[in-house]
């Protein structure tokens, strides 16, 4: 998760992503809200509320996020990797908030009509807005390649939102242009429906992370495999994987020699902890080892 292999690379990267969010948004927000207040255009100052949402979500990220590099220490033994997740799922269940208030919004806009003035400077503004997100969701893409932050995904999910409802709101001020304002709510509904799923999907993978969920049975069986094909093991039971924040957690009795000398059974734990630290997803790894032969191991997955 590190950038450039080193925490504080890390935390200095993630943090400047954070930031080019926060003055996105900003600058989304000022060109929309000052637009649709103007005239009177119900589109630009619901996409104008959105980002002051999103806004908030990145100040979150931002000053919440960063903890996520911290190193481990007296009240957090085990490091601050969940605090990540914790901030993805604030951003998704915002994201899937301003949803509904968008369908709301555009079921009203349906029942009611609506009542804009057309002027060009509504479309230079979400012309800009589109733009602006663009290149907030490219940075936060390429610094992300190397942090792996589930944070930072959020947002670039949430970077593409808002060039989703922008271009909705285009078609709804050109709609207005040709005498047919109905396409701006119906626009904006449709819209609404996929920031709501991209918000959901984004909560549910993070809850995942936040409660310890196992991985895909290919993951555990690389694990299992990584361990059988280490010389001196001859059995492998009790296996554990499960996710310590976006990390996965290993736990795990290997079966040896039991006749082994102490010294050379330590070099084998070493070795195998270290083959399990080098899979990919994994960031800490316990292994027990035990000796072959007892026969009252209850989940021995020899078999696998």
């Not at 504080?8 to 996105?24: H, K, Q, T, Y």
């Not at 990220?61 to 990540?84: C, K, N, Q, Y």
């Not at 630290?277 to 007892?294: E, K, Q, T």
Request: charged share 20%.
């Amino acid at each position: 998760m590190a950038e450039d292999g080193t925490t504080d690379g890390g935390r200095s990267g993630f943090a400047r992503a954070s930031w080019v969010n926060v003055l996105g948004n900003v600058a989304k927000i000022v060109a929309e809200g000052a637009a649709g207040y103007a005239f009177g255009s119900v589109a630009l100052l619901a996409d104008a509320a959105h980002s002051v949402a999103d806004l908030v979500a990145s100040v979150v990220v931002l000053v919440w996020g960063r903890s996520a590099f911290d190193e481990p220490d007296e009240t957090h033994p085990h490091g601050h990797d969940r605090i990540e997740p914790l901030t993805a799922l604030f951003v998704g269940a915002v994201i899937a908030l301003l949803g509904l208030n968008l369908l709301y919004r555009s079921l009203e806009g349906i029942v009611s009509g609506t009542d804009v003035e057309f002027s060009p400077l509504l479309l230079a503004a979400l012309v800009l807005s589109i733009a602006d997100m663009y290149l907030v969701y490219r940075y936060t893409v390429r610094i992300n390649e190397r942090l792996e932050s589930t944070a930072l995904t959020a947002l670039a999910v949430d970077c593409l939102n808002d060039i989703y409802t922008s271009i909705a709101a285009i078609v709804g001020v050109l709609g207005v242009l040709v005498g047919v304002p109905l396409l701006d709510p119906l626009a904006g509904g449709l819209v609404s429906l996929l920031v709501v799923y991209q918000g959901v999907e984004i909560g549910k993978e993070n809850v995942e992370y936040l409660i310890g969920a196992a991985p895909c049975p290919e993951k555990r069986a690389e694990i299992t495999h990584a361990l059988r094909c280490h010389p001196a093991v001859q059995g492998v039971h009790d296996l554990t994987v499960f996710y310590d924040g976006t990390v996965l957690e290993v736990e795990v009795h290997a079966e040896v020699d039991g006749d082994i000398p102490f010294r050379e059974a330590h070099d084998v734990e070493s070795e195998l902890v270290t083959r399990l630290r080098g899979i990919d997803d994994v960031g800490d790894a316990h292994v027990h080892l035990d000796p072959s032969g007892i026969g009252e191991w209850k989940d021995s997955i020899d078999d696998d």
